[in-house]
């Protein structure tokens, strides 16, 4: 037997062990293992049923990523949970943890499930840019019905164990210990003389709904998952268990996959799915280095940022401090957060008294001497330097040692502001994305004396309150904005030139981004970017027309979303081009003399998002961004670029970074030399033939 797996009978139950850190996974050694246990019970005639079960801190958590970038060896999946259905004596899964992917399927492959009452089930294949692999798009439909099925895999989220009895995919839930349950369980099978259970021979209850579900799911996807193919693919595998045999459903399975797996989707949502977890490692946190605690932790401004940023925190049960000028602002800060709150509780993702324990996690003081045993302080007030300066002093006077002082500022100089204390290494930049209780993204922002230890904290932080925390050096901007200045940019200037913000915003929405950038500038405040500007002269080009729209619509208190018109006008939350505000922009490109043009979709394609990569391969060169997977997790995580696209350097990479190179000198002739230089580090891999990927593999520490 494999050290993975292990198989032992007593009293007549055998137990199948499967113990492979750090979450089970499929790979050649459990599958080898999985395959020598069953082959060895399949002549064993000592006992009368099997538990399957898993050590550590879940059951199986899917195949081996990595195998499918390394190759995938026999025992394939799909071969070896038939064998596992193919016992003669009743086979019981006890899922614990979070049971997803193959280990979903490997659970469907056996006749029963018992889960652990805190265990989730999914599968999240879709998530990866595949389909099921291992039997699941057969078994799932024939276990809970094919709309269920098609919900599980589409939404590729995991059911709660409760649910999924209801649904019937699990057949109990443990109400103690989960293997003395599953032992139970199993010999209670043997004294009913209830034999085996095999999904691959039962049909799935609602086929005869099928023609009306699948086209339903048809429409769902077209509506919600554009540009992809694994989620059509998906429903094409999942409907077949309606019309061809189970063998036959394996066989288009097994076809499909091989399709997907090596096409850009899943080479792309793989990438990420790795690159999410190398933001983690840091090059100088050494294992030496431990975490501060934070138990206690300080918000410095009730707003819209102060608020999310305390919630963020309440919801993990870490009490809050929330402080601001008056009694004014905090209620009405206060209030903001119970409406957020109670929106939960209407939607059923938040019960009442989770609501009420959250806020009773939060106090609020205009007296910063509140925050005298606070062990992390954040302030989130305007973006204005000599304020924040203020603050600081305020926080380093109460705040014990130890103690951590960030800032949310989105484009502020940390190490300016960290020099106003007397313990700049505690000080860390902590950019949230607004809603901050919602977005993901956190940027880590590192000063040039940030301790490593607080760098550490924040990142272990970041992972509690379940954001994806990825850490930027300082520069204007750190990684996200700096990047967006040059992509709003051009789609400004196309809008000067002639084209309109349905036109510019409509070829990126078409091409994958959740929203083009003028609606986005309409969504944060047309404001926000021109007061940065204001805020920041040094930064803005001396061109007269450089973000002239955003100007214009500010003049005129155009601001966005908020009062109803920006670059488009608003009514019952649908936005529509403005005339107006075309023609006005329009007349402002000529009477600077932008020359008029009207770009078709690739151009406008090529320049927003091909200045996103230049910038960012500036952002390598400079250290500011550690890795360029790191930029695609930036982008994907905070900034609704499709993950089916990898982020922007992934995708550079697809293109080729020789054809955008050539493209970005094709612009410095046609457009503006000023904004189109190649950055030396995208030229010095495009003309050596190399990539971004290469890029971060040669500077892996
Ligand atoms: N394969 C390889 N490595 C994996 C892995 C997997 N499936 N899951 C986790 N890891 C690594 C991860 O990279 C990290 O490594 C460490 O384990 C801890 O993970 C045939 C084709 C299970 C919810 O999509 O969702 O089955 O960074 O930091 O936050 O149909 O891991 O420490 O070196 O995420 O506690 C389907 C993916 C696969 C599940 C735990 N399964 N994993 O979260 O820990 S495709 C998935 C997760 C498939 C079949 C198809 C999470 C988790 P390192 P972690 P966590």
């Given at each position: 037997m494999s050290d993975v797996v292990t198989l032992s009978v007593s009293d007549r139950i055998a137990t199948v062990t499967i113990d492979s850190a750090p979450v089970n996974a499929a790979d050649y050694p459990v599958r080898a293992g999985l395959q020598k246990a069953f082959t060895d019970l399949a002549a064993r005639t000592d006992f009368d049923a099997v538990l399957v079960i898993c050590a550590g801190r879940t059951f199986m958590a899917g195949a081996d990523i990595g195998e499918f970038d390394t190759g995938i060896k026999a025992p394939h999946h799909q071969d070896l949970f038939n064998l596992v259905e193919s016992c003669a004596k009743p086979v019981v899964a006890a899922l614990h943890g979070t049971a997803l992917g193959a280990g979903t399927e490997l659970a469907m492959a056996c006749h029963y499930r018992i889960a652990d009452k805190g265990a989730r089930i999914g599968l999240p294949e879709l998530s990866l840019g595949i389909i099921p692999g291992a039997g699941g798009t057969q078994r799932a439909p024939r276990l809970i019905g094919l709309d269920a099925a098609m919900d599980l895999v589409l939404s590729g989220k995991p059911l709660p164990a409760p649910k999924a009895l209801e649904l019937g995919l699990v057949d109990e839930i443990a109400a103690g210990d989960l293997n003395a349950a599953a032992l139970a369980f199993a010999k209670k099978l043997v004294a009913e003389g209830k034999g085996v259970r095999r999904t691959c021979d039962m049909t799935p209850k609602d086929a005869d709904k099928a023609a009306e579900i699948v086209a339903a799911r048809q429409a769902q996807v077209a509506k919600t998952m554009k540009n992809r193919t694994s989620p059509v693919k998906a429903l094409e595998a999942m409907a077949?268990?309606?019309?061809?045999?189970f063998k036959e459903g394996l066989k288009l399975e097994a076809d499909i996959s091989k399709q997907l797996e090596h096409a850009v989707e899943a080479r792309a949502m793989r990438h990420l799915f790795f690159a999410d977890r190398e933001v983690r490692k840091i090059p100088g946190i050494t294992k030496d280095i431990k975490a501060r605690p934070i138990r206690k932790v300080g918000i410095i401004g009730a707003g819209t940022m102060g608020g999310g940023i305390a919630m963020c925190f309440a919801n993990i049960g870490v009490p809050v401090t929330i402080i601001d000028v008056s009694d004014e602002n905090l209620q009405r800060g206060l209030g903001v957060i119970r409406k957020n709150y109670e929106r939960s509780v209407s939607r059923g993702s938040l019960s009442q008294e989770q609501l009420e324990s959250r806020m009773g996690l939060l106090s609020a003081s205009t007296d910063y001497a509140a925050l005298k045993d606070a062990d992390l302080a954040i302030e989130a007030v305007f973006e204005k330097m000599e304020l924040k300066k203020d603050i600081f002093a305020k926080l380093d006077a109460v705040l014990p040692a130890g103690a951590i002082l960030g800032t949310n500022t989105s484009t502020l100089d940390i190490d300016e502001i960290a020099n106003t204390t007397k313990r700049p290494a505690d000080v860390i930049g902590l950019h949230f994305f607004s809603p901050a209780n919602v977005m993901p993204l956190l940027e880590i922002v590192q000063g040039k004396q940030t301790a490593m230890d607080v760098l550490l904290t924040a990142l272990d932080m970041a992972k509690l309150i379940k954001k994806t925390g990825v850490v930027s050096k300082v520069c204007y901007g750190f990684i996200g904005n700096r990047m967006m200045d040059p992509y709003g940019r051009e789609a400004e200037r196309m809008v000067q030139e002639g084209a309109t913000p349905a036109e510019v915003d409509g070829a990126l929405e078409e091409w994958g981004m959740a929203m083009g950038i003028l609606a986005v500038y309409d969504m944060a405040g047309v404001e926000v970017g021109e007061n940065t500007r204001i805020a920041n002269p040094h930064m803005v080009p001396k061109d007269p027309s450089f973000y002239r729209c955003s100007t214009l619509l500010v003049a005129n208190k155009w601001l966005g979303q908020k009062v109803g018109r920006g670059y488009y006008r608003y009514e019952g939350g649908k936005r529509a081009s403005c005339p107006e505000v075309i023609e006005m922009m329009h007349a402002e490109g000529k009477r600077l003399n932008v020359p008029s043009r009207k770009p078709g979709k690739q151009e406008i394609l090529d320049r927003c998002l091909f200045s996103m990569i230049n910038e960012g391969a500036k952002l390598l060169e400079e250290g500011i961004a550690l890795r360029a997977s790191d930029i695609d997790v930036v982008y994907t995580a905070?900034?609704?670029?499709?993950?089916y696209r990898g982020g922007p350097m992934f995708y550079a990479d697809t293109i080729g970074l020789k054809v955008i190179y050539d493209k970005i000198v094709e612009f410095q002739k046609t457009l503006d030399p000023q904004y189109w230089t190649p950055a030396p580090l995208l030229e010095k891999l495009a003309k050596s033939g190399s990539t971004f990927a290469q890029w971060d593999a040669s500077n892996r520490k």
């Open positions: 077949a268990t309606t019309s061809l045999s905070g900034y609704g670029y499709p993950r």
